[in-house]
């Protein structure tokens, strides 16, 4: 079982509406949770990061964790056309983060 | 505030030689990891610095080697390049050590090409 799992995509999503992004991770001894952007030929910058199951959220975005179900969300409310990247879910555990392999998102103008 | 910063940006190699990439964290950090990100296998670890000390390395052969300087500056090194080193290969520093981990920040990466 890999360690962080996300559905490669591509979503589509239409311009303003809500983008939904997924992950699961198999390592019930994960402490920290991310979220990364990486737009093409750049490099991964982080988007949030939460550590208690619940939402936290940042403008139009929100990060969701439950711990139980080993899952984290993220949802992206007002998409914009901008926010067309791949996204990559990362699960921090003993000073080591490791990544999903991304989900990329595609917003429909 | 300078951010990370990775050289060379790009590298073209021959099978067999070595290389060796360079990455200066931001200032005040003090952790640095390092991955290889491919197109089939995304982003995977090689190995995390803190104060000058190896605390964590990922599944990949011996051929891959680090070291972090005192001023937090690290390196690492591929030898006996083969095809399948050719990669983005990118550096990341964080200033939090232990839980919570606030997440790290990238370089702009290094592009090895192995031919």
């Known amino acids: 079982q890999k360690e962080v799992e996300q559905n490669s995509g591509p979503l589509s999503v239409p311009e303003g509406a809500i983008a939904s992004l997924n992950c699961t991770y198999s390592?019930?001894?994960?402490?920290?949770f991310f979220w990364y952007r990486q737009y093409s030929g750049k490099s991964p910058e982080l988007i949030m990061f939460i550590y208690s199951n619940g939402d936290k959220e940042d403008g139009r975005f929100t990060a969701q964790l439950n711990k139980a179900s080993q899952y984290v969300s993220l949802l992206i409310r007002d998409s914009q056309p901008s926010d067309s990247a791949t996204y990559l879910c990362?699960?921090?555990?003993?000073?080591?983060?490791?990544f999903g392999k991304g989900t990329r998102l595609h917003i429909l103008p | 505030k300078a951010g990370v910063t990775q050289t060379p940006r790009y590298l073209i190699k021959t099978r067999g030689q070595q290389v060796t990439l360079s990455c200066s964290p931001i200032s005040g950090h003090r952790s640095v990891s390092w991955y290889q990100q491919t197109p089939g296998q995304g982003l995977q670890f090689l190995f995390e610095y803190f104060s000058e000390t190896q605390r964590n390395k990922g599944n990949f052969p011996g051929r891959f080697s680090g070291r972090q300087f005192s001023n937090s500056r690290s390196e690492m090194n591929v030898s006996t390049l083969e095809l399948g080193d050719s990669a983005l290969y990118l550096c990341?520093?964080?200033?939090?050590?232990?839980?919570?981990?606030?997440?790290?920040?990238f370089g702009s990466g290094t592009r090895l090409t192995v031919v």
């Open positions: 990341a520093s964080s200033a939090s050590q232990g839980f919570p981990n606030y997440g790290y920040t």
């Open positions: 390592d019930r001894g994960s402490q920290s």
């Open positions: 990362a699960v921090n555990r003993d000073d080591k983060i490791i």
